[in-house]
């Protein structure tokens, strides 16, 4: 099956830096990605949808300015982490899909995820 | 407002039971849904869906029944095996082939050998 890659697995960073997580496609060209987060014991909420070569669309609350989407190419988009605080320490999972005839499919494969702990 | 809810946080069952793992929506809008598997530190993988012109879908030891006129669905495992545990996710999908994922909570379901 498809595989998506996220990197890094896990990261710890002062509050104030940014971070910056990718996410690949390794055996397919995705034309869109998600990103989610995942707090402890919740669901995982959709922060944005990102198509190769435009602007990302942001879900209702989340900050664009602070998590910055960029789909650079159909197997690579990062999520950036701007001037980070302790509240956005989360799991942050990124999913590619393959849209096939322009409709919904069920093959949206996700990433093994991202840890974030900001101290 | 949460619109796909998974109301039993955990579920546990015995090796080779039957596991039946719930999720109800309001929204609806919603014609297709997913369920997924999810083991700590890792990405959901996909597990089955169902398409809301169907009322049920089976593929192996899964199978997920659809409800919509009570908006609930439900996945039945079995029979249910040690490897089966982890955290199952129920999703809902839009109308109009909208790839935009709308999740449940979660529900950590437990077997026991």
């Known amino acids: 099956g498809a595989v998506v890659s996220q990197h890094p697995s896990r990261v710890i960073c002062k509050s104030g830096t940014s971070v910056k997580i990718e996410c690949r496609s390794l055996?397919?060209?995705?034309?869109?990605m998600f990103w989610y987060r995942q707090f402890p014991k919740q669901s995982l909420m959709l922060m944005a949808t990102?198509?190769?070569?435009?602007?990302?669309?942001?879900e209702q609350g989340v900050e664009k300015d602070k998590f910055l989407i960029n789909h650079a190419s159909l197997t690579l988009s990062t999520l950036t982490v701007t001037s980070a605080h302790p509240e956005d320490s989360s799991f942050y999972i990124c999913?590619?899909?393959?849209?096939?005839?322009?409709?919904?499919?069920?093959?949206?494969?996700f990433g093994p995820g991202t840890r974030l702990t900001v101290l | 407002d949460q619109q796909v809810k998974q109301n039993s946080p955990s579920l546990s069952v015995q090796e080779g039971r039957i596991s039946i793992l719930n999720c109800d929506y309001t929204?609806?809008?919603?014609?297709?849904f997913l369920w997924y598997k999810k083991y700590p530190a890792e990405g959901p993988t996909f597990l089955i869906s169902?398409?809301?012109?169907?009322d049920k879908n089976e593929d192996g030891r899964f199978t997920v029944f659809l409800n919509k006129s009570a908006k609930h669905l439900s996945l039945h495992i079995v029979p249910s095996q040690p490897g089966d545990s982890a955290v199952y996710f129920c999703?809902?999908?839009?109308?109009?082939?909208?790839?935009?994922?709308?999740f449940g909570k979660g529900t950590k379901l437990t077997v026991n050998p």
């Open positions: 929204n609806s809008m919603f014609d297709y």
């Open positions: 169902i398409s809301s012109i169907k």
């Open positions: 999913s590619a899909s393959i849209l096939e005839g322009g409709g919904f499919t069920d093959t949206q494969y």
């Open positions: 999703a809902a999908a839009g109308q109009g082939g909208s790839e935009k994922l709308v």
């Open positions: 990102s198509n190769e070569g435009s602007k990302a669309t942001y």
């Open positions: 055996d397919f060209q995705a034309t869109t």
